[in-house]
């Protein structure tokens, strides 16, 4: 019975696994194996180790001396070519960043015992040759070292080529409309997809730099594997190592000494309040070496601020159904009444002059009650310091407050050389 219950709960694991894995924005390393004379060999055989981890991948040079790794996820890597007869090559250090895919230079093998390795430092970028696709790709060193107060990766956006954003507008790639960029996290679009139009600004998960390893921006000529949107960002979440590393962090801003605004000091307003907190934790390790690996991260966000604001108010006469104004007399005024006269007609009694009895309607009064009666200042409404007319100046320090925490994990399994599931 027990293993009757067991066999479906892994078989669901397993096609659930299946399916979160081939939506990782995976990347490719392809190449060509020749000769001395720069011909073809066939059958050479070709090994991949990802460094750090030292998961496997094996395959063979086809008639054509070509070979391809598929469907790898970011990392550092290493390549190993052995052929009877020729001395092994081994290029170091290939970064392979996130849906891109890298190609490397025509391999020529020198004749020589298996023994003997040609070592070549493969470099962090390579010439992409089998596809026209135009990518960049923000790095973790990036993403860790340079300067972000808020920690949203998306601000490195705007250093990418062709992406344009301003204070004003809303951030574009290549002059593009933003409903038509596509957004991803470990291949699963996180983007609002009923309201697109600030779809390259706000993401409704809000992503901070510990959920972040790197992004790639592809602007133009985007391959058909990567879904929908004429240009992607592809985000991959960080994943653990073979060493335990972990990152604590902690930031904090107040305005102790900044001073108070001109015309908060000019009605009388004290200093709007800023207590900022932000801060976590992040990191990970081997749960079993090389086969199992863990990443989790933790990060609060805490802002209590306050900014002022400045709104319209109900002079205590126009609250009454009171309306102030000054007569204006195109020709001659009526008897009594002269040209710049203020004036005050309550709207009621005229109503009432007419047949109609009308009052204030109970949930508007409800919600002038709640309005502040005070009067500070006269840079809004129609009043002025010497006259009260009908709306004027209210200016008092609201509240902008914040609280957020994000939290979440990563598991890499990699049970031999032919398979790999991630979480």
């Given at each position: 019975m027990r293993k009757q219950r067991v066999f479906p709960i892994v078989l669901m694991l397993l096609l659930v696994s299946t399916g979160v894995w081939a939506q990782v924005p995976?990347?490719?390393i392809v190449g060509t194996v020749l000769d001395p004379n720069g011909l073809a060999i066939h059958q050479a055989e070709v090994t991949?180790?990802?460094?750090?981890?030292?998961?496997?991948?094996?395959?063979?040079?086809?008639?054509?001396?070509?070979?391809?790794?598929?469907?790898?996820p970011a990392g550092i890597y290493r390549v190993r070519i052995?052929?009877?007869?020729?001395?092994?090559?081994?290029?170091?250090?290939?970064?392979?960043?996130?849906?891109?895919?890298?190609?490397?230079?025509?391999?020529r093998l020198e004749l020589g015992d298996v023994t003997e390795t040609v070592t070549v430092e493969a470099g962090a970028t390579g010439v992409r040759t089998t596809d026209a696709?135009?990518?960049?790709?923000?790095?973790?060193?990036?993403?860790?070292?340079?300067?972000?107060?808020?920690?949203?990766?998306?601000?490195?956006?705007?250093?990418?080529?062709?992406?344009?954003?301003?204070?004003?507008?809303?951030?574009v790639i290549a002059g593009q409309r933003p409903s038509l960029s596509n957004v991803t996290m470990d291949g699963v679009n996180v983007q609002d997809n009923f309201i697109r139009a600030n779809s390259l600004n706000f993401l409704p998960n809000l992503p901070l730099l510990s959920q972040v390893a790197e992004f790639t921006v592809t602007t133009s000529n985007q391959s058909l594997a990567q879904g929908f949107g004429a240009s992607q960002v592809s985000m991959v979440t960080p994943s653990g190592g073979?060493?335990?590393?972990?990152?604590?962090?902690?930031?904090?801003?107040?305005?102790?000494?900044?001073?108070?605004?001109?015309?908060?000091?000019?009605?009388?307003?004290?200093k709007p309040n800023l207590i900022f907190n932000q801060g976590g934790v992040n990191g990970g390790g081997p749960i079993l070496t090389n086969k199992l690996l863990f990443y989790g991260y933790y990060e609060l966000f805490r802002q209590r601020q306050q900014s002022a604001q400045n709104h319209v108010v109900l002079t205590q006469p126009a609250r009454q159904g009171i309306f102030t104004y000054t007569a204006?007399?195109?020709?001659?005024?009526?008897?009594?009444?002269?040209?710049?006269?203020v004036l005050?007609?309550?709207?009621?009694?005229?109503?009432?002059?007419?047949?109609?009895?009308?009052g204030i309607d109970p949930f508007i009064a409800d919600i002038l009650a709640m309005v502040p009666t005070e009067i500070n200042n006269f840079r809004t409404g129609?009043?002025?310091?010497?006259?009260?007319?009908?709306?004027?100046?209210?200016?008092?320090?609201k509240r902008a407050n914040r609280t957020r925490d994000n939290y979440g994990f990563r598991v890499d399994y990699i049970p031999n050389t032919k398979h790999a599931i991630y979480g």
């Open positions: 995976t990347g490719a991949l180790v990802r460094q750090g981890t030292a998961a496997e991948y094996k395959t063979t040079t086809s008639e054509t001396g070509a070979f391809r790794f598929s469907s790898l052995t052929f009877t007869g020729f001395k092994v090559y081994e290029f170091s250090d290939i970064k392979l960043d996130a849906g891109t895919e890298y190609t490397l230079p025509p391999v696709q135009l990518t960049d790709t923000v790095e973790a060193q990036q993403i860790k070292y340079l300067p972000l107060g808020n920690r949203n990766p998306l601000t490195l956006l705007g250093l990418q080529a062709t992406v344009n954003q301003n204070a004003r507008t809303v951030t073979n060493d335990w590393q972990f990152e604590g962090f902690w930031f904090h801003r107040n305005n102790a000494l900044a001073a108070n605004s001109w015309f908060n000091n000019a009605t009388g307003i004290e204006t007399c195109t020709t001659s005024c009526p008897p009594g009444i002269t040209n710049g006269q005050q007609q309550n709207i009621f009694d005229a109503l009432a002059a007419r047949g109609i009895n009308l129609d009043s002025t310091a010497s006259q009260l007319f009908n709306t004027a100046g209210f200016e008092f320090n």
